[in-house]
């Protein structure tokens, strides 16, 4: 059985895609549990707004639970971009709101939305890559209301680089991060985005997953991180597998923020 916890609808600005479509589409494909995640990120140096109509979304989100309330659950997500400077923002929004289940990511640094270059232009790669590790512990020593980190190695996606850089170059920072992630008692998603951008290791790599399993973290939710219905659940029957190889025995899903261990 197989939960998507990461899925994008026409409620994010790079979605198109009616909640209803993924509803559908998700019942086809035989999952049983969904969690919308759309984007929220406040603060950016653009000049279109990434912010949500909360009371619209949460009305569709009941909408469609009662609607489909006996063909598939539907959990009430949302996929928060932290920035340093707006940790208490998130921290309300976080908690104003019946969420099931927070993705904490980081999509930008300092107003740069990492996705248009501006961000990595003064840097060396590796300069780029620790200033977005080292934002991501800064977060996360702060703002606690989260139930996940989302697609915890991003970094690797951007810049106009020929190769991703070793994950050992960053390896006590990323440590870090995953020891304070397992000790605030939050998790890691497992986000298969990785394939749509041809990167060649899953997302976070295989080797962030294995440290973060040594360091003893249990709690994993599996996500697609898809923004129309051909990308729902994509490759799960692969990382299902795969993390019961790695000696994963559960993957989580959430009820208002507490996590629920499935066994694989
Ligand atoms: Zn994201
Ligand atoms: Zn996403």
Redesign the pocket.
């Known amino acids: 059985m197989f939960y998507d916890y ?1 899925m994008h609808s026409n409620f994010s600005n790079d979605s198109k895609t009616d909640m209803e479509d993924m509803i559908k589409k998700s019942i086809d494909l035989g999952l049983k549990e969904i969690c919308f995640t759309d ?1 929220v990120d406040y603060d950016l140096d653009t000049d279109f707004d990434w912010g949500i109509d909360y009371n619209e979304y949460f009305n569709k989100l009941n909408f469609f639970q009662d609607k489909y309330r006996d063909k598939i659950s539907i959990k009430k997500g949302i ?1 928060l ?1 932290l920035q340093k400077q707006i940790t208490d923002r998130c921290s309300e929004d976080s908690n104003k709101y019946p969420f099931d289940f927070i ?1 904490c ?1 980081i ?1 930008a640094i300092n107003k740069l939305d990492l996705y248009f270059g501006e961000f990595f232009k003064d840097k060396t790669q590796r300069e780029a890559y620790e200033a977005y590790f080292n934002e991501l512990y800064t977060v996360i020593k702060k703002y606690k209301d989260y139930s996940v980190l ?2 915890l190695d ?1 970094i690797k996606r951007y810049g106009a680089y020929d190769k991703i850089l070793e994950d050992s170059l960053f390896s006590d920072i990323i440590e870090t991060i995953l020891k304070q992630v397992i000790y605030d008692g939050k998790g890691i998603e497992l ?1 298969t ?1 990785c394939y749509r951008y041809n990167l060649p290791d899953l997302t976070p790599s295989r080797n962030i997953i294995n440290i973060y399993k040594d360091l003893g973290g249990e709690i994993i939710t599996t996500g697609s ?1 898809s923004h129309n219905t051909t990308q729902i659940a994509y490759k799960f029957d692969y990382i299902y597998s795969y993390l019961k190889d790695s000696g994963f025995n559960y993957v989580c899903k959430f009820n208002q923020m507490k996590p629920e261990f499935i066994k694989i």
């Open positions: 990461h984007h996929e971009g993705i990511s999509h989302g697609h991003l986000n985005s991180d």
